[in-house]
């Protein structure tokens, strides 16, 4: 078993236990897409490309209200270090779906009744708290696609690791560590979009982690506004 | 009931006027649930088992054990895997066919609970480290879909593992054998209990029926553990919540918890 954490309080990473992994994303990455974004999180690295709106195929599923969301989180075969088998496991169909009702709150689809927002995640290689970092790089591919919205979605998890809550959860305390809870907030309506939790925590614990996670995710919402501006405000980009 | 969810959308109005006045539509305080039945061994072929009505939803499940190969990492584990299905004979928009998002997510999130309350210490059912251990197979069919199926799956699954008696299996050459006549309890550290908050408006309301599960903002399932702590949570619906909601939620679930798992300790 590895040492999740030092005497010093120094994480098997070399973070502090309120620090968060490196984070790097680009806006715009993909031709064909309506939108996109690319985001290295730690070691993971994930494409999220959106189309739409658009018509909706199989058209039963049409709403004559509004447009609808769908949501597809997959991981590459190759993104883990046993070959994952390519077909979606019940895992990804989950994560589908809660990053979905992550995003839902956020976009704002009424005024294209009978269409379909597709919004389509390949996690490329995966290191612990893919959910978060592929919501993250979805929410900016979905404003890319000027899909109107109230606010971005920034997601971060918090957890548990040697009696400790700490924030950013890395793929080795995922697997040792004691509890594991991904956070997807809207930090300018203050609301939290998705949250799960593996793991034992006493309800002072719970509290803490749900605060940490929500801190990581106004953190990580600084780092998703400047890739926004770096394609939009940018000189090349005009 | 299909056009009854239809109809209970077009409610939303009527049910959040009621909610502001403190009432639900079938008379319900906020935290109140509706009333849990647990009947256990209703399927002797199976080693465990419970029939589960909440309110109107009701729910069997069966707990099958057998000698299985544990899982490449959790070679020093015995395995535990949580099944449902939405019967097509259990709500009119059901159809026969593969697992929707919604059961796989119901499923997992059953699972969840039972896993991470760590309920069974898995480490006693390793026959031969990485090589063979005792599987356990919880299957949860759903017969009757009138809201909240994730408690009412929770609470069957765990009372069907609650009765269930573990059959005993010895190595010969290297392979398990059944021993007849042989069982032991199955080895219990602590009761999980999920509870399941809807958010209506500004309103959290305990164990939602599916008139107010088509008309909630958001969904809260917590699962809870016999010490008191939270050990495993999902979110769902199209909203969120504030972080006082779910702070909230949190203080609901260890409270209504409580009167379950007194109901869920008896069939021990």
Known sequence: MTQLMNENGIRCDGRRV???????????????ADGSAY??????????GVFGPRDVHPKHMANQDSGIL??????????????????????????????????????????????????????????????????????????????????????????????????????????????????????????????????????AEYQKCVQTGINGC????????????????????? | M????????????????????????????????????????????????????????????????QPDKPFPDLGDKGILICTAEILPLADPNTEPGPPSEEVIELARVVDRGIRETEMLDLHQL????????????????????????????????VAALLSCTVPKYEIKDEAPVLVEGVTSKPPVKTIPVSITMARIGDHIIVDPSS??????????TITTNTEGNICALQKGGI?????EQVVRCSEIALSVGTKIRKQLEKLM
């Open chain 1, 39 to 48: 985001i290295e999180f730690g070691k993971n690295k994930i494409l999220a």
């Open chain 1, 70 to 203: 769908r949501c597809r989180y997959h991981m590459s075969p190759f993104s883990v270090t046993e070959r994952k088998n390519p077909a979606p496991s019940r895992r990804e169909i989950e994560i589908s779906k809660v990053i979905k009702e992550a995003l839902l709150p956020a976009v704002i689809l009424k005024d294209f009744p009978r269409t379909v927002v597709d919004v389509f995640i390949e996690v490329l290689q995966a290191d612990g708290g893919t959910r978060c970092a592929a919501l993250d790089a979805a929410s900016l591919a979905l404003a890319d696609a000027g899909i109107p919205m109230r606010d971005l979605v920034s997601a971060c998890a918090a957890g548990k690791v040697a009696d400790q809550i700490v924030l950013d959860i890395n793929n080795e305390e995922d697997q040792e560590g004691q509890a594991d809870m991904p956070i997807a907030y809207m930090p300018n309506l203050g609301k939290i979009t998705l949250m799960q939790l593996d793991g034992i925590l006493t309800p």
């Open chain 2, 239 to 243: 909203d969120g919540f504030t972080f």
């Open chain 2, 211 to 220: 008139y107010e599960e088509a008309c909630m903002d958001a969904r809260l």
């Open chain 2, 2 to 65: 299909a056009n009854s969810v239809i109809l209970a959308q077009l409610k939303r109005e009527q049910i959040l006027e009621l909610l502001k006045e403190g009432k639900r539509l079938d008379g319900r305080g906020f935290e109140d649930q509706r009333p849990l039945s647990i009947d256990v061994g209703v399927i002797p072929k199976a080693n465990g088992s419970a029939r589960v009505r909440l309110g109107d939803t009701e729910i069997v499940t069966g707990v099958k054990i």
């Open chain 1, 218 to 238: 106004k953190l990580v919402y600084e780092i998703q506004r400047k890739a926004l501006m770096d394609k939009y405000f940018t000189n090349e980009a005009q």
């Open chain 1, 18 to 32: 309120d620090q968060l992994r490196n984070i790097s994303i680009k806006v715009g990455v993909l031709k064909n």
């Open chain 2, 126 to 157: 390793v026959l031969i480290e990485n090589k063979s251990v005792i599987g356990i197979f919880i299957d949860s069919s759903i017969t009757d879909a009138n809201g909240n199926l994730f408690d009412a799956c929770s609470y069957a699954s």
